[in-house]
């Protein structure tokens, strides 16, 4: 493939485009991979110059799956599933599992927080779904919420506290910089 021919859309050289494909966690990795990989139909020259064939098969969902969010080329997705399939032989299973990042509670104050949020969701009989469509957020927002496993925005917090009938109380410790949040009945 021509060096100028990758990405004549985009403003990013062959040796950036290396780059991105060096670390599958790079953010642009997968819109990049998808979109490159959606313009070749050349294995050799992908595994060769750039993208090490573990990482591709290890990411190639991900990759599948931004390509048919944006509709690329169906016969490439195609293709390249084939490859997949061929390629992901030579490896072991676990060779190819992304290890799952371990969620880990936020703070004390967050976790006491959306315990707070779930405790009233349950008295009012609400499932998960219900709070979620009252308050405009996804189930799995209010999920973590609950389990206190996500840094919410005030604005994310207020909404869901309104949608239960909950006040958001702010106490100063008598230092500014330590300000503790409250969700109170």
Not at 53 to 64: E, G, N, S, Y
Not at 103 to 131: D, H, M, N, P
Not at 154 to 159: D, Y
Not at 169 to 184: A, M, R
Request: glycine fraction near 4%; proline fraction near 2%.
């Amino acid at each position: 493939m021509e060096d100028g021919r990758m990405f004549w859309d985009r403003k990013i050289t062959r040796d950036e485009a290396r780059k991105v494909f060096r670390d599958e966690n790079h953010p642009r990795f997968i819109e990049y991979a998808a979109l490159f990989l959606s313009r070749t139909n050349e294995p050799k020259t992908v595994f060769k110059e750039y993208v090490d064939k573990k990482t591709f098969c290890r990411q190639w969902r991900r990759i599948k799956a931004k390509m048919r969010e944006n509709k690329w080329n169906d016969t490439r997705i195609v293709f390249w599933d084939e490859v997949y399939r061929v390629a992901s032989r030579h490896f072991d299973k676990d060779e190819l599992r992304i290890p799952k990042e371990k969620k880990t509670a936020v703070s004390s104050e967050i976790s006491q927080i959306g315990q707070k949020v779930k405790k009233t969701r349950k008295t009012r009989g609400w499932t998960q779904e219900e709070l979620s469509k009252k308050s405009g957020f996804s189930q799995q927002t209010i999920s973590l919420v609950e389990s206190g496993y996500i840094n919410v925005s005030f604005f994310t917090l207020k909404k869901i506290v309104d949608v239960l009938g909950l006040k958001i109380l702010v106490i100063d410790k008598e230092k500014p910089s330590h300000t503790t949040f409250t969700v109170t009945s």
